[in-house]
């Protein structure tokens, strides 16, 4: 098969769908790969690194969107790349359509078949695709918040771990996923408080054993979330409903229990959000204030660290990447578990809707993913 990787438009986005090494396992199953030309500046490889690896170079997107039969991204394709995209052509990336209507309906306009990152699943119903990039947007949004805390960025002047004598500074993660752990973890090795708020007792029981004590868990309720931010200096927003758009956790009338100057952080917003006032931001204007309450809702966090973080997607999705390539959309028909994974991930199939989740949040027609690719 002919895959092509462009370069990602997406402001302040460094990553890039297939790194050198992941290009070399494609063409040594004999597959042809074209990467765009500065495509891997980013994560600091050039056209030659690509080329050594057997790479073809492009010099614009155009060349790769109208010669590849599979388009490789790392973020939802852009209004002037879906536009590219046409029937009986795959596009393996994160889409997050939930929460971005415009997107789906060109992805249905196109007619391609689009597999989403992360409604990918194993086969313990995990998503394996999404969990690298949740773990270093976990550990990112410690750092986001101890930034944002500093009273020269107009927070309210606090060190997380504290001092010998001054208190550290509270930490509230809304949600004990994967985001929630690796956030956790980073903020109790800074010496921050930390208190972990999810609705499944056997998660906090779980967590409450990980941590062995070094965190506060607490059953989510809206007089939980309330208690717990009003004495938070900084709220990880990390709760994950898979393909859908996040539950609204925190309303404008929770900011005024809050203390002036503390921080959200919403990890969640790809997925709409989960604070009612959030909103998308990008690396270059990262943060905004509402009533007080600083908030920092960038859209890419884990694309500020492109090549951690390109490297561990690259590690996840090179077996499902390599599968499509191989059988293209056959693939999808497969009972290995990595057929089935990606039968998961299909969102949109020749204009049509096949995630259940996408299509409630958007008030579209479903079709199951095994009658559309009958069809």
Same mark, same amino acid.
């Given at each position: 098969?002919?895959?092509?990787?462009?370069?990602?438009?997406?402001?302040?986005?460094?990553?890039?769908?297939?790194?050198?090494?992941?290009?070399?396992?494609?063409?040594?199953? !004999?597959?042809?790969?074209?990467?765009?030309?500065?495509?891997?500046?980013?994560?600091?490889?050039?056209?030659?690194?690509?080329? #050594?690896?057997?790479?073809?170079?492009?010099?614009?997107?155009?060349?790769?969107? +109208?010669?590849?039969?599979? *388009?490789?991204?790392?973020?939802? /394709?852009?209004?002037?790349?879906?536009?590219?995209?046409?029937?009986?052509?795959?596009?393996?990336?994160?889409?997050?359509? #939930?929460?971005?209507?415009?997107?789906?309906?060109?992805?249905?306009?196109?007619?391609?078949?689009?597999?989403?990152?992360?409604?990918?699943?194993?086969?313990?119903?995990?998503? /394996?695709?999404?969990?690298?990039?949740?773990?270093?947007?976990?550990?990112?949004? %410690?750092?986001?918040?101890?930034?944002?805390?500093? &009273?020269?960025?107009?927070?309210?002047? *606090?060190?997380?771990?504290?001092?010998?004598?001054?208190?550290?500074? &509270?930490?509230?993660?809304?949600?004990?996923?994967?985001?929630?752990?690796?956030? +956790?973890?980073?903020?109790?090795?800074?010496?921050?408080?930390?208190? *972990?708020?999810? &609705?499944?007792?056997?998660?906090? &029981?779980?967590?409450?054993?990980?941590?062995?004590?070094?965190?506060?868990?607490?059953?989510?309720?809206?007089?939980? %979330?309330?208690?717990?931010?009003?004495?938070?200096?900084?709220?990880? !927003?990390?709760?994950?409903?898979?393909?859908?758009?996040?539950?609204?956790?925190?309303?404008?009338?929770?900011?005024?229990?809050?203390?002036?100057?503390?921080?959200?952080?919403?990890?969640? *917003?790809?997925?709409?959000?989960?604070?009612?006032?959030?909103?998308?931001?990008?690396?270059?204007? /990262?943060?905004?204030?509402? @009533?007080? %309450? %600083?908030?920092?809702?960038?859209?890419?966090?884990?694309?500020?660290?492109?090549?951690?973080?390109?490297?561990?997607?690259?590690?996840?999705?090179?077996?499902?990447?390599?599968?499509? +390539?191989?059988?293209?959309?056959?693939?999808?028909?497969?009972?290995?578990?990595?057929?089935?994974?990606?039968?998961?991930?299909?969102?949109?199939?020749?204009?049509?809707?096949?995630?259940?989740?996408? +299509? @409630?949040?958007?008030?579209? @027609?479903?079709?199951? /993913?095994?009658?559309?690719?009958?069809?």
């Amino acid at each position: 098969m002919r895959v092509g990787v462009p370069s990602e438009i997406k402001v302040h986005e460094y990553r890039v769908g297939l790194t050198p090494g992941a290009v070399r396992e494609y063409v040594a199953r !004999g597959h042809q790969v074209v990467v765009q030309s500065g495509a891997g500046a980013g994560i600091m490889a050039t056209d030659d690194a690509y080329r #050594a690896a057997g790479a073809e170079i492009a010099a614009t997107a155009a060349e790769i969107f +109208a010669g590849c039969e599979m *388009i490789v991204k790392v973020k939802e /394709p852009q209004p002037s790349e879906w536009v590219q995209l046409r029937p009986d052509q795959l596009l393996f990336t994160y889409l997050h359509l #939930a929460p971005d209507p415009e997107q789906a309906k060109g992805l249905i306009a196109s007619g391609c078949t689009a597999i989403a990152y992360e409604t990918v699943t194993d086969d313990k119903g995990t998503l /394996p695709l999404l969990a690298p990039m949740s773990e270093v947007a976990g550990r990112l949004a %410690i750092e986001a918040a101890g930034e944002a805390m500093r &009273r020269s960025e107009g927070g309210a002047g *606090i060190l997380l771990g504290g001092v010998p004598g001054v208190a550290a500074g &509270r930490v509230c993660v809304i949600g004990g996923g994967v985001v929630g752990t690796h956030a +956790a973890r980073m903020a109790v090795g800074l010496g921050a408080e930390v208190t *972990i708020v999810d &609705r499944s007792i056997p998660r906090l &029981r779980e967590l409450d054993e990980l941590f062995q004590g070094r965190v506060r868990t607490r059953y989510s309720t809206l007089e939980t %979330i309330d208690h717990e931010i009003s004495i938070a200096d900084a709220v990880i !927003g990390a709760v994950l409903i898979p393909g859908a758009s996040a539950p609204k956790l925190v309303t404008r009338a929770m900011l005024k229990h809050m203390k002036p100057g503390s921080v959200l952080v919403d990890v969640a *917003i790809d997925q709409g959000g989960c604070f009612e006032t959030s909103k998308p931001t990008t690396h270059a204007e /990262p943060t905004y204030v509402v @009533d007080g %309450i %600083i908030h920092y809702c960038v859209a890419n966090m884990p694309g500020a660290v492109p090549q951690t973080s390109a490297a561990a997607l690259n590690n996840a999705t090179l077996p499902y990447g390599l599968a499509l +390539a191989e059988k293209g959309v056959g693939a999808l028909h497969s009972l290995s578990e990595t057929g089935r994974g990606l039968l998961a991930g299909l969102n949109v199939h020749k204009g049509k809707v096949t995630s259940k989740a996408v +299509a @409630d949040s958007l008030d579209l @027609d479903f079709v199951a /993913p095994e009658t559309a690719l009958a069809a």
